[in-house]
């Protein structure tokens, strides 16, 4: 069956990060994303002149950061975006951006879904002296809310889609959003007093908030919903890598026996073993951290399976540090 059209089209990728392009749409410096834990400083600063928790993997970090240290492709950035905004741009030709993703590449304004103008306007205050021939609201993609549409597949995107030639321009895009957005709306956690959590090569809690939050808190993201509202976000950087790695040595240990396994069945055997382990885990502890971890201040990672002198090191035990966080949440 040759595909001609669809109802619509969307968008889903990692939140947050930069993308920093020019005029034509050349990508200026490669892909900035989530787990790249170099804008410590910028977070710092930012955080104290708004106010307001800034993390270092939001998209306006990577910029100050940038600024910070002079990156010379500054002088030509036209548009700056996230990874599903510049897909979704690709294909429609439209700088559009979801207000969940919007969230994680600037601070929203509950009242008006948009970039918070108050806050804008102190960026651009605290870069003047620099001189850039652009200001942050040109750079930034218009914030369009779950249920609008957010542009249509142009006769250059459907090419990218289908090299076929048989997928036909004009089916409608709804906005693009994150990952953590998607995950919300997947488990229907979008309204206030409910929350969810993504387990993955990172891990973050999403809860939907009934009352603004008090204070900054350094360990909580503000970010909203696909719609708009208030979500809290606690995110960190590493959560399954180490668990994939150890997994990868009992599938090795298998093979060198001559025994086949399949995945679905090793990971299900192993974590029903976790299950049935010491609360404590046996004296073992696991650090997974194969990248920096801003929650935790560590610019880089090292992981690392440590435990005390007399700690019996057997599959029951084993198994409990590396999936504790998995089981915990």
């Known amino acids: 069956m040759t595909i001609q059209t669809i109802g619509s089209i969307g968008v889903s990728a990692m939140m ?3 993308v920093a392009c020019d005029h034509t749409g050349e990508v200026l410096v490669p892909f900035r994303t989530w787990r790249n834990a170099t804008t410590i400083e910028a977070s710092q600063k930012l955080t104290d002149v708004f106010q307001f928790h800034i993390p270092e993997r939001w998209s306006i970090a990577h910029l100050y950061q ?3 240290e002079d990156e010379k492709h500054l002088s030509r950035l036209e548009y700056m975006t996230t990874l599903s905004g510049y897909i979704h741009w690709l294909l429609t030709g439209k700088q ?4 969940g993703d919007a969230s994680g590449m600037f601070p929203i304004d509950e009242q008006t879904k948009d970039y918070n103008e108050e806050m804008l306007q102190q960026f651009e205050a605290l870069i003047a002296e620099k001189g850039y021939p652009w200001k942050l609201r040109h750079l ?3 914030v369009y809310l779950a249920g609008e549409e957010a542009g249509v597949l142009t006769a250059a995107g459907a090419a990218i889609l289908d090299q076929g030639k048989h997928l036909q321009p004009g089916i409608p895009f709804c906005p693009p959003e994150g990952d953590a957005g998607t995950g919300m709306v997947a488990t229907n956690s979008v ?11 990172s891990v973050f809690a999403m809860i939907v908030l009934e009352q603004d939050l008090k204070g900054v808190y350094p360990e909580v993201d503000m970010v909203t919903t696909p719609d708009g509202l208030p979500v809290a976000m606690v995110h960190a950087n590493n959560c399954t890598s180490d668990l994939n790695a150890w997994m990868n040595i009992f599938r090795e240990a298998f093979e060198a026996l001559g025994l086949q396994v399949e995945s679905e069945r090793l990971y299900e055997s192993l974590l029903q073993q976790a299950l049935e382990a010491d609360r404590d885990g046996g004296g073992l502890l696991s650090y997974g951290y194969y990248s920096g971890e801003n929650i935790t201040r560590l610019p880089e990672g090292r992981p690392l399976f440590s435990g005390l ?7 029951l035990i084993s ?3 590396i999936c504790s966080l998995l089981l915990v949440l």
């Open 66 to 68: 940038a600024v910070l």
């Open 96 to 99: 559009a951006i979801g207000i």
């Open 191 to 201: 309204e206030r007093r409910t929350g969810n959590i993504s387990v993955g090569t």
């Open 319 to 321: 198994c409990a540090p």
């Open 16 to 18: 947050h990060g930069y």
């Open 140 to 142: 930034l993609p218009r």
């Open 309 to 315: 002198l007399k700690a019996a090191l057997t599959l």
